[in-house]
C-alpha cells in the first residue's frame, strides 16, 4: 500500500497545476467594478443643467406653398418640402401666398377630412399649430397674425368687454373659478355659463367651442374656456355649458390643453 499512496501524491503533484491552468484559461471574466455612487447634491446639480438645445426642439415643417386657400377658420396650404414631398396642411386662417417659404408647426395627422367650408375631402391632412414667424421679424410677424385677428371680428368675438352672469345650482363655476379649482375638479361636471366667441366645427369628430365670461386673466389664458361638444351653438349666443372637466389633456402632437370641458351640452 506504501507503493500505491506514494503513487497517488505524485499522480497529485503532475496533474492539479495543469488543471488549475485550464480552468484559469475558461474562468469566467472578474465582475465589473461598481459605478461610483453619486451624492444626492451632484444629482441636483446635474438635473439643474440646462437641456441642450436641440433637445428642446420640436420637429417643423419647411418648404415651398404650391397652392393656398381660405376656407371658415383656417388657410389651407399645400406645401411642398425639400425632398419634393408634397402634403397638405391647415392652419388658423394667415396671410400667405403661392411661392412662399414658410415653416409650419408640428401638427396632428387627418385622414379623409372633408372640408364644409371647401366642400372638399382631403385624403390626408395635418392640422398644424400655425405659420412659425421669427419674433425679430415685425412684418413677418403683423402679417402672419393679420388673418388671425380679421378672422376672430368675422367670428362674432367683439372687442367690447364681456359681462356674463355666473350660472345657478349645482356644480356652476365662473371660467376663472375652474383654472383656479382644476385640481379638484378633475374628473367631475362642470356647469359654466359665457358667450360663445368661436366654434371651430368638425375636428377629430367633434366641435370645439370657446367660451369666455369676463372673469379670468387674458395674459395667463384664464379668460377662455375650451369645450368639445357634437352640437353647434352659434358665435355671440350666450349659453349654459355642462359637460365632462379635464385638466392636462393630452390629444397628441403638442395639442396639450391645461382645462377642456369634453362631452359637452348647451342650454340658453
Known amino acids: 500500500m506504501k507503493w500505491q499512496s506514494q503513487w497517488l501524491t505524485l499522480a497529485s503533484m503532475l496533474l492539479l497545476p495543469a488543471a488549475g491552468y485550464c480552468f484559469a484559461g475558461y474562468s469566467a471574466k472578474p465582475p465589473r467594478e461598481a459605478a461610483p455612487a453619486v451624492s444626492p447634491e451632484a444629482a441636483a446639480a446635474s438635473e439643474a443643467q440646462p437641456k441642450a438645445d436641440n433637445e428642446e426642439k420640436r420637429p417643423t415643417h419647411v418648404g ?8 371658415g377658420e383656417y388657410t389651407y396650404i399645400k406645401l411642398e418640402k425639400a425632398n419634393g414631398e408634397t402634403k397638405w396642411f391647415a392652419v388658423p386662417v394667415a396671410e400667405v401666398k403661392v411661392g412662399d417659404q414658410v415653416e409650419l408647426m408640428q401638427g396632428m395627422e387627418m385622414g379623409q377630412f372633408k372640408s364644409k367650408a371647401l366642400n372638399r ?5 395635418n392640422f398644424s399649430g400655425g405659420v412659425i414667424v421669427k419674433e425679430d421679424d415685425e412684418t413677418i410677424k403683423k ?3 393679420k388673418g388671425i ?3 376672430a371680428a368675422k367670428d362674432g368675438a367683439s372687442a367690447e368687454p364681456i359681462k356674463v352672469e355666473r350660472a345657478t345650482g349645482a356644480d356652476s363655476y365662473t371660467i376663472a373659478e375652474v383654472f383656479q379649482k382644476k ?3 378633475a374628473g367631475r361636471k362642470v356647469v359654466v355659463r359665457g358667450k360663445v366667441v368661436k366654434v371651430s366645427e368638425g375636428i377629430m369628430g367633434k366641435n370645439w367651442v370657446h367660451l369666455r365670461d369676463g372673469s379670468g386673466d387674458a395674459a395667463k ?5 375650451i369645450a368639445t361638444t357634437q352640437e353647434v351653438p352659434a358665435v355671440g ?4 355649458l355642462k359637460g365632462d372637466f ?18 359637452a351640452t348647451f342650454t340658453k
Open 64 to 71: 415651398k406653398v404650391l397652392e393656398t386657400m381660405h376656407g
Open 121 to 125: 375631402t382631403f385624403e390626408s391632412i
Open 143 to 145: 402679417k402672419a397674425h
Open 149 to 151: 385677428v380679421a378672422d
Open 183 to 185: 385640481g379638484e375638479l
Open 221 to 225: 389664458g384664464t379668460h377662455n374656456l
Open 237 to 240: 349666443d350666450t349659453i349654459t
Open 246 to 263: 379635464f385638466r392636462d389633456k393630452d390629444f397628441g402632437s403638442g395639442y396639450l390643453y391645461d382645462v377642456i370641458v369634453e362631452n
